[in-house]
């Protein structure tokens, strides 16, 4: 209902796949994208993935949307997604919209999108990891190519692939839950009304002249920005030394040669391939911590940045074929 991009919005195919293994048990669901493509063409390339995917028949996209269209579209839906993991997201209008028209919502647990949802109330947050692995990224922003530096940075924010799938599934067999979580994020809505944010956006201003001059904290330099210690608060949980990895069914199967991996164009510049076929033997023995992960990698690549394991792995969670857990959760 916003934008199709995974730039500036959220990668679609994790999504994809979930909703794959959720046709098993309920092969009468339908996924529909509707939004403005960017760039044009952009949803031709997702019907060429969701076709990879195995899930074509069952995908519909729609694009360039009347504006008068759109309460219609969201009372034909049951429930409404949105994975958001670009830095610039830090609201979500469409998720704020879908409460409105009474649809519970699974998002991200995202920096803005946690404050809209609440998480087993009025639709389910999915959880999601990132990693200090920002360093090669940051000195894009001297070209000015922010849609270029933001696409490399989502690409490493993974999501909890279970939890997604979970939450799809709970919500789809269970219509008055979809009715109560509806119903409830209908009221949270209302507290956006305009008649109540004005008012709360006037107070700000006010309280903001306080800090013109006398600035809490010293300005900044973005010209070369460090995106992960600026926002590092927005991801559920960071990759640590004893993070616990392990290989989902979908990595599994990617290992025994059953499922592919599905890269854009864009990545091919970034992602190592052959760093991809490690993990395979690197997780043979899993769970593991992501310390001696980065071990087992080293004995192949001794010199392997850690930054780059990072964001590899990451990106094997994002895709579902690996899982990440805190020491704890195991």
Not at 196 to 217: A, G
């Amino acid at each position: 209902m916003g934008r199709l991009s995974v730039a500036t919005k959220m990668d679609f195919l994790p999504l994809f796949r979930a909703f794959r293994e959720t046709l098993k048990a309920f092969p009468n669901a339908w996924l529909i994208l509707a939004g403005q493509e960017q760039p044009i063409g952009f949803a031709q390339q997702l019907q060429h993935f969701a076709d990879e995917v195995g899930i074509r028949d069952k995908l519909i996209t729609l694009t360039d949307i009347p504006q008068e269209a759109k309460p219609a579209l969201y009372n034909c839906a049951d429930i409404f997604v949105s994975l958001s993991d670009s830095l610039q997201e830090n609201f979500g209008l469409t998720v704020l919209e879908a409460m409105a028209c009474g649809l519970p919502v699974i998002a991200s647990d995202w920096d803005g999108y946690r404050e809209l949802v609440v998480d087993g109330e009025t639709g389910f947050l999915v959880p999601t990891w990132w990693g200090q692995c920002d360093a090669p990224f940051n000195l894009i922003a001297l070209a000015g190519a922010w849609e270029t530096e933001h696409f490399y940075l989502a690409q490493c924010v993974a999501l909890d692939w279970e939890k997604l799938e979970n939450a799809l599934q709970t919500l789809l067999a269970d219509s008055e839950l979809r009715r109560e979580m509806g119903h409830q994020g209908r009221l949270k809505a209302e507290a956006y009304d305009w008649q109540n944010i004005v008012s709360r956006y006037e107070q700000l201003w006010q309280e903001s002249t306080r800090f013109l001059f006398n600035p809490v904290t010293p300005a900044s330099n973005f010209a070369v920005p460090q995106f992960f210690e600026t926002f590092r608060h927005y991801p559920s949980h960071i990759l640590q030394e004893d993070t616990q990895v392990m290989l989902t069914s979908l990595g599994v199967a990617l290992s025994e040669g059953k499922e592919w991996l599905l890269l854009y164009d864009e990545l091919r510049f970034v992602l190592d391939e052959g760093l991809l076929e490690l993990f395979k033997d690197a997780l043979s023995e899993s769970p593991c911590s992501f310390g001696t992960l980065l071990r087992r990698i080293r004995t192949y690549r001794p010199d392997c940045p850690r930054l780059w394991v990072e964001y590899h792995i990451l990106w094997l969670a994002k895709q579902g074929f690996v899982a990440l857990r805190q020491r704890s959760e195991r």
